[in-house]
């Protein structure tokens, strides 16, 4: 049983008045305009930055990291940056809670939420890779349940008002949101109640009785999960629409057929043991809970705990691992990831992904027809789970998460960058339109430093 102070109860209400949703906790902002903005650096002038960094170049990143550190906005942040197959520069500053004594650093361990879209992206690459999966294989071939599905006449209308799907979802569209598929945490209206009426929740924020979080029971496996979205109507005609989407998710299930393994298994053996990602999982054991962060939501000037480290949601089994949102890792781990994709699928020597899973999959894989003006891919390609960089800008490829984290790599330059930290909404602080600000003038800081020593 969690028991919940008279204080806290009365600052859980007052986010009810404020629309303190599940919508806008999981939806996020920026996403991911780190990948932007460092796409805009003409790839000749980052060139210059590299290999010119120390611990010490760092300078706005670390100032960003030491200001949010110290202001009680948040407990911690913690910045890992890194070039190549190099160790990670650590930038870190506050403690696992508000309060608290014990430092965050490379191995806290925090809620990464969409950070594992790309995860799943790549474990999807390495099927088909292996040829056990076509990227333009119809989901149906997998799935038979998709076979004849139907979409909606108006986005978010009646689910009753239907015509037939123009086309099958493909393994394509559910790599790029393109699959005309919903969110919970995005729809509005009857399709958005009929997720939740049927359980399809893919995911989590707490074990606390926050209201605004929505009451729906999740189902209890992923063969449920995408049995229950496969009767209910598509919002898009899939390969027309980007739209945020349980597409991830609903890959896990693809993975689990197609491989013969538990989806969580499967990432466990496949990606995290091999890339050397020992603190990554579903459900932190209960001997790792020390290194635990602290979740926080953020109203009308207060902090307020609504994930706390020993009542955590994410100590218990989840209802079934949730491909999009649903891992805890650390920045070490985090990091590790990134600098496998540096090394096209090779880290400490090992492969773990094949060379073309790791190209294709940091590409721009959207159907032709697609545009991302005004949705949270703006402007940009769309991968494996993760937003890429187009035209002079390719080579960046990342995603954020929900509670304030980012990560990406630029495999032009083999840059690699992540940063950490524990709160929600994601808007209630710029951290994801600061982190890449601060990157982009740490690099031009070091290439004009280079240049100069010339």
């Known amino acids: 049983m969690i028991h919940v102070k008279k204080g806290c109860q009365m600052a859980y209400r007052e986010f009810e008045d404020a629309a303190f949703s599940r919508r806008a906790l999981l939806r996020?902002?920026?996403?991911l305009g780190a990948g932007a903005a460092l796409a805009t650096v003409p790839a000749g002038r980052m060139a210059f930055a590299h290999g010119a960094s120390s611990p010490t170049a760092w300078k706005n990143v670390a100032a960003m990291v030491n200001e949010y550190g110290s202001s009680g906005k948040v407990a911690n942040m913690v910045a890992a940056m890194g070039w190549g197959q190099q160790d990670p520069e650590i930038i870190s500053k506050g403690t696992l809670a508000i309060g608290q004594a014990a430092p965050a650093g490379i191995d806290s361990l925090y809620r990464i939420y969409s950070m594992t879209k790309p995860i799943t992206g790549m474990a999807t690459m390495m099927l088909i890779d292996e040829?056990?999966?076509?990227?333009?294989?119809?989901?149906?071939?997998?799935l038979p349940a998709f076979a004849n599905m139907k979409v909606q006449k108006i986005a978010d209308g009646s689910i009753e008002d239907v015509v037939p799907a123009d086309r099958p979802i493909t393994i394509r569209h559910l790599l790029t949101h393109t699959s005309g598929l919903g969110y919970g945490i995005i729809?509005?209206?009857?399709?958005?109640?009929?997720?939740?009426k049927l359980g399809l929740i893919p995911g989590q924020v707490s074990r606390l009785p926050i209201p605004g979080l929505g009451r729906g029971v999740p189902v209890s496996s992923l063969a449920a999960f995408a049995d229950g979205i496969a009767t209910l109507p598509l919002v898009y005609q899939p390969g027309t629409t980007w739209s945020y989407s349980v597409s991830l998710d609903l890959l896990g299930r693809v993975i689990e057929v197609v491989s013969g393994m538990p989806f969580d298994e499967f990432l466990a053996t496949n990606i995290f043991k091999p890339a050397g990602m020992d603190s990554t999982w579903f459900q932190v054991p209960d001997s790792e809970i020390g290194r635990l962060t602290a979740n926080y939501g953020v109203m009308g000037g207060a902090v307020i705990p609504i994930d706390p480290a020993n009542a955590s949601v994410y100590t218990l089994k989840p209802a079934f691992p949730f491909g999009g949102a649903g891992l805890v890792s650390s920045p070490r781990d985090y990091d590790r990831f990134l600098r496998m994709l540096l090394g096209y699928g090779k880290i400490d020597g090992k492969r773990v992904l094949g060379e073309l899973a790791v190209r294709v999959g940091t590409s721009n894989l959207l159907p032709d027809a697609v545009d991302t003006s005004g949705t949270f891919a703006d402007k940009a390609g769309f991968g494996a789970g993760g937003r890429v960089g187009l035209g002079d800008q390719a080579g960046t490829y990342g995603w954020g998460g929900a509670a304030g984290t980012v990560a990406l790599v630029n495999m032009k330059m083999g840059l690699r960058a992540s940063l950490f930290t524990q709160y929600m909404p994601s808007e209630a602080y710029p951290v994801h339109g600061a982190f890449p600000v601060a990157v982009l003038a740490d690099l031009g800081s070091m290439a004009a430093a280079r240049q100069s020593a010339k």
């Open 28 to 31: 996020g902002g920026a996403w």
């Open 131 to 142: 040829g056990k999966l076509g990227l333009d294989q119809p989901l149906a071939e997998i």
């Open 187 to 196: 729809q509005k209206g009857p399709i958005k109640d009929a997720y939740e």
